[in-house]
């Protein structure tokens, strides 16, 4: 029983160390595909929106532009009666790294 279990962890470590990662599958195009995507979502709209592309961008190793501007544009588009709003903008925010949420905000 213990050799099955050791045997089951051994397969578990080795499909988690070979796990693709963005930069392992995608091509320079399909990087720059996703990017322009992620670029095209400013001015951003709402929370939700921001989240995903600041993530993306991050995830892709792309530096955005006017990161104090886009701090200025989250701090003013959160709803902070929206559970879901003050999610994604706080994790936004925390992605940008120097942009802070002012508790009058949340």
């Not at 990662?21 to 709402?46: G, I, M």
């Not at 929370?47 to 701090?71: E, V």
């Not at 999610?87 to 009058?104: D, Q």
């Amino acid at each position: 029983m213990a050799s099955g279990f050791t045997i089951l962890i051994l397969f578990a470590v080795a499909v988690v160390g070979r796990a693709l990662t963005p930069s392992t599958f995608l091509t320079t195009v399909d990087r720059q595909r996703l990017k322009s995507v992620f670029q095209a979502a400013q001015p951003f709209q709402d929370a939700a929106s921001a989240h995903y592309s600041i993530l993306g961008l991050k995830l892709l190793d792309a530096t955005l532009p006017n990161a104090q501007d886009t701090c200025k544009t989250l701090t003013s588009i959160v709803d902070a009666g929206n559970l879901a709003s003050l999610f994604h903008a706080s994790t936004a925010a925390k992605a940008l790294s120097s942009c802070k949420l002012g508790v009058n905000n949340v």
